[in-house]
T-cell receptor, first 111, second 112 residues
Framework: KAGVTQTPRYLIKTRGQQVTLSCSPISGHRSVSWYQQTPGQGLQFLFEYFSETQRNKGNFPGRFSGRQFSNSRSEMNVSTLELGDSALYLC??????????FGEGSRLTVL | SQQGEEDPQALSIQEGENATMNCSYKTSINNLQWYRQNSGRGLVHLILIRSNEREKHSGRLRVTLDTSKKSSSLLITASRAADTASYFCAFDRGSTLGRLYFGRGTQLTVWP
């Protein structure tokens, strides 16, 4: 079974730009969640989707948004990028037995 | 903070020694999990222990959970250099669907 796939793996943007990150979950997993990881704040929960519905959202500004498609693939978007948005963005899928299966992450650098 | 806290922040040992990491939390939980992360990579799930369980084993891993003390420990026996990684505890509060609360992690270094 293929694992969670995140694209792109690395990207560099400048302040003010926007970015879209993509996540393909493990086949059969209907829950997809996103986390931001930085050295200063650690792993912070962004949001979680289940069957195209956002069930939970972390404490991030409205510039951070996401969505899930009918095939369970998910995207997250960050608009008006700030330097502090530089981070490793991790996507995870879950069969809802509790465990999360993470992708390798998308490393975003904002200049 | 609603997140877990690991202790120690960093641990350095020789191959063959045991490594123990601790995690504390402040709320009631549904289950507690441990994850491993190699530098700059994604997290890998290691083990899940439910709130009504006290101990669980998986290979060289042993996890304990004490809900009265709101703490958990991860023991890695006979450590190998390949165990070098960051280890995170994460818990599910049950009331917040699809969300795990992660600790800041313990950086384990195992020297050959």
């Amino acid at each position: 079974k293929a694992g969670v796939t995140q694209t792109p793996r690395y990207l560099i943007k400048t302040r003010g730009q926007q970015v879209t990150l993509s996540c393909s979950p493990i086949s059969g997993h209907r829950s997809v969640s996103w986390y931001q990881q930085t050295p200063g704040q650690g792993l912070q929960f962004l949001f979680e989707y289940f069957s195209e519905t956002q069930r939970n959202k972390g404490n991030f500004p409205g510039r951070f948004s996401g969505r899930q498609f009918s095939n369970s693939r998910s995207e997250m978007n960050v608009s008006t990028l700030e330097l502090g948005d530089s981070a490793l963005y991790l996507c995870a899928s879950s069969p809802y037995t509790g465990e999360l299966f993470f992708g390798e992450g998308s490393r975003l650098t904002v200049l | 903070s609603q997140q877990g806290e690991e202790d120690p922040q960093a641990l350095s040992i020789q191959e063959g020694e045991n490594a123990t990491m601790n995690c504390s939390y402040k709320t009631s939980i549904n289950n507690l999990q441990w994850y491993r992360q190699n530098s700059g990579r994604g997290l890998v799930h290691l083990i899940l222990i439910r709130s009504n369980e006290r101990e669980k084993h998986s290979g060289r891993l042993r996890v304990t959970l004490d809900t009265s003390k709101k703490s958990s420990s991860l023991l890695i026996t006979a450590s190998r250099a390949a165990d070098t990684a960051s280890y995170f505890c994460a818990f599910d509060r049950g009331s917040t669907l699809g969300r795990l609360y992660f600790g800041r992690g313990t950086q384990l270094t195992v020297w050959p």
